[in-house]
């Protein structure tokens, strides 16, 4: 595919395509105690932030160091906190919503 974006336009893009992904890596990372678990999700989020943390230093920070970094960061936080609130009031359907949003995010 090819795209036409200015770099302003570019850089953001950028910034959503590979910062939130990387942000969730390093918070998976950040959280977890070596071996392992059980099961294949941990196991495919494990070498997702090996293939993540396998990168270059220089460039994961320059990634991360995009001046829209920081805001999307803030997103995510948002996020995790209105998860949170869901898990700690332990509301069924609260959560039923929440899922159905994510999934119309990632499907469409």
């Known amino acids: 595919n090819l795209h036409e974006y200015t770099f302003d336009s570019h850089d953001e893009t950028m910034t959503y395509a590979l910062s939130i992904p990387f942000v969730a890596t390093m918070v998976f990372a950040a959280s977890m105690r070596y071996p392992d678990a059980p099961g294949t999700t941990f196991n495919k989020h494990l070498s997702t932030a090996k293939g993540v943390l396998s990168e270059d230093d ?9 001046p829209y970094t920081a805001d999307k960061i803030d997103q995510v936080i948002a996020q995790m906190s209105r998860l949170k ?18 999934r119309k995010n990632i499907f469409g």
């Open 58 to 66: 220089f460039l994961l920070s320059e990634i991360l160091f995009s």
């Open 85 to 102: 609130g869901i898990i700690e009031k332990k509301d069924s359907k609260e959560m039923k919503d929440y899922l159905t949003e994510l």
